[in-house]
Every structure is written in structure tokens, then in C-alpha cells.
């Protein structure tokens, strides 16, 4: 699934309540208890990416559905319902974040927060995390090799 700049710009101006994101990996949805696992952006979140993290722009949102058909998943260890996706775009400097968080009645993942790190940053708050779903693919990152997913110096 994906989505335009048009209907990112209809959710953020209020002519749409909500954008559907992507489905989550089999394992992430089963882990959250969410059967299926649809991952989907409100407006207030959008507005809130905006306001909060300047980095990001309207077309690093259109990157969404990649970081979660992508991104390497963790359990987050101090929220129930949550985990984040860490995901380096090739074209990227610098990694992505995703925080998602699924609703108390189960089925909807909803993202929470958005924003891009630094490797350092990453490694530091994702060093000792449960890794729920790896990265997809390599995609030439020097922390995502053959398991490790950040590289040791």
C-alpha cells in the first residue's frame, strides 16, 4: 500500500481523517495481538510529525509504507502495545524512526510518532532491544549485516 502527496495533503488539512499505511509482518501483528495488522496515520499524528520534527518532510512521509513493509521491528520494553521500526533509506543519510502503537480492542496499529536519527542515536536506544522482525533487506546498511544490525567498532 502506498499513498500520494495529494492525499497527504487532504489528511493534514482535514479532508480525511486517516491514511492506511501498510500491513504489518505476520510475526509484529501476532506479537501485538492484532489480526490483521493495518498500520494507519491520523491527522493529528501527521500535524504533530510536522510540528515536532522540522527533519521531516512531506516526501519523507511518503516513505511510510516502505518503513513498515521494510523496517527491522522491536519490541518496545517500556510501553505495552507499542514497537518501533528502524529503517535506513538507501538514499538516506540518516535512519528512520517509526513508533507504532496498536488500539486496546486489537486490529488497528496506529503510527505514533515519525522522525529521523542519527546511527549513534540508534544504536544507543535500540542496542539491547528484542528484535521482533529484521530489516527486509540489506539495502547496503553497515548495521544490518548478517544479523547484527548495527556495526561494532
Known sequence: ?????????????????YLTVG?????????????????????????????????????????????????????????RRCVTVLYQNPHKHRPYVLGLKSAAQGCEVWVSTFYQTTEREAQKMFGKWEVLRPAKKYDGLPWAKGGRHFRTR
Open 23 to 79: 500491513d504489518l509482518p505476520r510475526s509484529v501483528a501476532e506479537y501485538l495481538g492484532c489480526h490483521p495488522g493495518i498500520v494507519f496515520l491520523r491527522r493529528r499524528e501527521a500535524q504533530k510529525i510536522w510540528i515536532k520534527h522540522p527533519e521531516v518532510s512531506p516526501l519523507d512521509l511518503l516513505q511510510l509504507p516502505l518503513v513498515v513493509t521494510k523496517g527491522c521491528y522491536y519490541a518496545d520494553p517500556k510501553r
Open 1 to 17: 500500500m502506498s499513498f500520494e502527496l495529494g492525499q497527504l495533503t487532504e489528511l493534514v488539512f482535514g479532508h480525511r481523517q
